[in-house]
């Protein structure tokens, strides 16, 4: 009994090695896969990190109508010019001509300072500036507004100190800052938009790559009608459905070790990202990622019936897939609909589990829940792909079998 | 060339026979139409509420005065913020950060009244993460607006007890004021900032894909040469015929996209939509020339897919339509100027949006105009591709 026991975990075992070693072949015959398993997964990082490199925006022009031409009016113009986020281009003799700057897209902002700027601040009334913004970039807008506001507020504070004649610096800065306010933005300091972006970008580039390079090498398979090799030849050992599943699912996780410590480890110490979280903790969680996604493409991959039509079901998705991650917009701010169906998207839990422990430091105890998540949909991909193969299986049988039966009958 | 009275003879077989070929293939109905519109219905409802409102937000309240007490209130005030919780210690607050349980937090220090009241100005200080940005950057604005207007009203208060007039008081506190008008977009509605240009970046990453995948599948079903013969061997003919019916389309695709985005949704359209339809029919044609091009250079279907696949997805980042064009290193500035949704973005930006007279734009029209008349010098390559009709896997 133990010995028929122990003799079929063998020939299990066998039977998994024999499909992995196979898939290798298959794998690194493949011109396609492997654009996709390592090309794609090596070059796309390093343009994304050098596209976003300069990280945050500075020196962002703008174009100024100074009605008042006095003394506080240019000295508020200096001190946005001195601002790192913004620049003056130009001061133009009306609005006309501002405009006419706008409209050429070499400025992207007007500020107006009416006529009577000085003279309401003499009268101890609130004196206006108008600021119009273009919006086609909100990062060109934050700049405009975070410097205009930071200016604005300093001024009025020296404004206001000017009034309290005899007083000492520190009886002012008491008077007009009575409860001083201090920012602190964590984990990524700069507001870097790179920091910000490649993480999560890694993650679905990681995925897509899988899914890619998975759905090429099947779509390959039943062009070819190669699906007989799954279950003819190989009767010394046991046509299981989970050695078959198993073993290719193996093949494609140990090609991606390699590629993991490069995108997750390497680039982020290579562009100087954010990289607070323990290593070894952050190949724990995508042990579960990566099965869930190699799951995933072998899922995806029964409905590829070509080896390019996948670019045309994949590549698009890729957008969606980072959008549903929620690392712009926020996941439970989400329509509840997308939020499910994002639930059932490896990349969605990736994102949050790495951006989390790489990023702001999180251990792997924090991240409990996406990791969790990330097993369930291990198995629920396991059970879909043993399904989709089990069918497709079934299906070429099936019409082996009608071939089979169309030939004798043409033969007689 | 076919003679003139033969062209369009010619021209509608060849029509007739691509318009078989995709209603005969399932592959082109989804990514003609159901991939589009999968996308349009994604962006469009994730970001209908134009910004994320209700950001849980934690306090550490560490005073536990009345004072604290109403400045918590003051930010439950605030549309963006949504005060969930309330930690003991930063420790806390910083570990729910981690967990994604908050995106920022707040904390009010130890004998906060009673230093406001002996005016040693008690130190507030706030904690945003910009590991995610749009929640990080709401926080970090509704903080700074809420603190500032706690400290002017902590001002108001004194000078109300100074016996100051009540209208003399605001200039006090506030001596210059900004007027801020965001042309177009006075909600900063994400929705407006992004769908704009993000959706028909995705239509063209299909666009590029679907163009090069028709034309490449030609040879690889070996129907090459018989596409070729159906078009009395005119090279020019037979890709306007079989690229005619998918340039029709898509531009329905695109202009259904436009008809969600300016009719359904409402978003600004300053100039009519004449300039943005002009613009959609020349960024689909734009983009099948850059889809031939490719196909030209590499008749190795593979290869020409990865092409206009990096093209298109590169497209968003490298077009400046989230991180400014202006603000990257120099060497891209050139890369972003040929790309097609660079110069759709910068028409919608004028047309749409600012309402800038068309002669501004006239430069992006036809730099897409140019696109889609960028083949024309490569289509022998093609040709003798066609005729070998090689596939290469």
């Given at each position: 009994m133990g010995n028929r026991f122990f003799t079929s975990i063998k020939t299990g075992l066998a039977d998994i090695g024999y499909i992995w070693r196979k898939e290798y072949v298959a794998v690194f015959r493949d011109m396609g896969a492997l654009l996709f398993f390592f090309a794609l997964p090596f070059a796309y990082p390093l343009l994304y990190a050098f596209i976003y490199n300069p990280e945050a925006v500075y020196d962002v022009p703008l174009a100024v109508v100074d009605n008042s031409r006095t003394q506080l009016s240019r000295e508020m113009c200096r001190r946005i010019d001195a601002s790192p986020n913004t620049k003056v281009l130009s001061y133009c003799a009306n609005l006309d001509e501002a405009k006419e700057l706008m409209y050429q897209r070499d400025c992207f902002g007007i500020l107006e300072i009416p006529a009577d700027f000085d003279k309401k601040l003499a009268r101890g009334e609130q004196s206006p500036v108008v600021f119009y913004s273009d919006m086609s970039l909100l990062l060109n807008y934050k700049n405009f507004l975070i410097t205009l506001t930071d200016v604005s507020l300093d001024m009025g504070r020296e404004l206001q100190s000017?009034?309290?004649?005899?007083?000492?610096p520190a009886q002012i800065d008491m008077v007009t800052n009575p409860i001083p306010a201090f920012s602190f933005t964590l984990y990524n300091p700069t507001g870097g938009f790179a920091s910000f972006v490649i993480p999560a970008l890694l993650i679905v580039i990681m995925q897509q790559s899988l899914i890619l390079g998975i759905g090429i090498l099947a779509g390959g398979f039943y062009e070819h009608r190669k699906l007989r090799h799954y279950y003819q030849h190989r009767e010394k050992i046991r046509n299981n459905i989970l050695h078959l599943v198993l073993g290719k699912a193996i093949c494609y996780y140990s090609l991606y070790i390699v590629t993991t410590m490069y995108m997750l480890h390497i680039i982020p110490w290579l562009f100087d990202y954010p990289q607070l979280g323990s290593q070894w903790e952050i190949y724990a969680f995508m042990a579960p990622f990566l099965l869930s996604s190699i799951f995933f493409g072998m899922t995806l991959s029964v409905f590829v019936r070509e080896r390019e039509s996948v670019f045309l079901i994949i590549v698009f998705t890729s957008m969606i897939f980072l959008f549903i991650s929620g690392i712009t917009w926020p996941y439970d701010r989400m329509p509840v609909v997308w939020q499910v169906l994002g639930s059932l998207i490896p990349s969605t839990w990736g994102v949050e589990g790495f951006v989390r422990m790489n990023t702001e430091g999180a251990s792997i105890v924090d991240v409990k829940g996406p990791f969790l998540h990330l097993w369930g949909l291990t198995i629920f991909y396991f059970i879909t792909t043993c399904i989709a193969y089990s069918y497709q299986i079934w299906k070429d049988k099936q019409r082996k079998r009608t071939e089979a039966v169309s030939d004798t009958t043409e033969s007689k | 060339m076919g003679t003139f009275t033969t062209g369009p003879k010619i021209l509608w077989q060849v029509i007739v026979r691509e318009l078989h070929q995709l209603v005969s293939r399932p592959i082109y109905l989804f990514s003609i139409v159901i991939a589009p519109l999968i996308s349009y219905a994604f962006f469009l409802s994730l970001m209908a509420n134009g910004l994320p409102e209700e950001l849980p937000t934690a306090v550490v309240d560490l005073d536990h005065s009345a004072t604290s007490r109403n400045l918590t209130r003051q930010f439950t005030t605030v549309s963006s913020l949504a005060i969930t919780t309330e930690y003991a210690s930063f420790y806390e607050a910083r570990k729910a950060m981690q967990k994604g349980e908050i995106f920022g937090f707040i904390i009010i220090p130890p004998s906060f009244e009673a230093d406001i009241m002996a005016n040693r100005q008690p130190e507030v200080s706030y904690y945003t993460t910009d590991a995610f940005l749009i929640p990080g950057a709401l926080e970090f604005r509704s903080f700074k607006t809420t603190t500032t207007l706690a400290a002017a009203a902590a001002v108001q208060q004194t000078l109300l007890a100074r016996g100051e007039y009540e209208r003399d008081i605001l200039p006090q506190i506030q001596p210059i004021t900004v007027d801020m008008h965001p042309l177009g977009n006075p909600w900063i509605s994400y929705s407006i900032y992004l769908n704009n240009t993000f959706l028909p970046g995705v239509l063209g990453v299909i666009i590029l894909l679907t163009t090069i995948f028709s034309i490449g599948s030609e040879i690889k079903r070996a129907t090459s040469r018989e596409w070729l013969k159906t078009a009395d061997d005119n090279i020019l003919l037979a890709i306007l015929g079989k690229l005619l019916p998918q340039t029709l389309l898509f531009f329905l695709m695109g202009a259904l996209c436009q008809l969600l985005l300016y009719g359904y949704f409402g978003f600004p359209l300053q100039n009519g939509i004449g300039p943005m339809l002009a613009a959609m029919l020349l960024f689909v044609m734009a983009l099948q020339g850059v889809s031939i091009f490719f196909i030209c250079m590499a008749p190795s279907l593979r290869i020409a897919l990865s092409m206009g696949g990096l093209f298109g997805v590169v497209s968003f980042s490298l077009a400046g339509i989230s991180f400014p064009a202006e603000a990257m290193y120099p060497t891209f500035h050139l890369l972003t100027d040929i790309l097609p949704l660079r110069h759709y973005f910068i028409i919608y930006a004028d047309q749409a949006l600012n309402g800038v007279p068309l002669y501004y734009s006239r430069i992006h029209y036809m730099a897409l105009f140019i696109y889609a008349l960028l083949p024309l010098p490569f289509l022998p390559l093609l040709k003798r591709a066609l005729h070998r009709q090689v596939y290469v896997a």
């Open positions: 000017r009034t309290l004649t005899g007083a000492t | -």
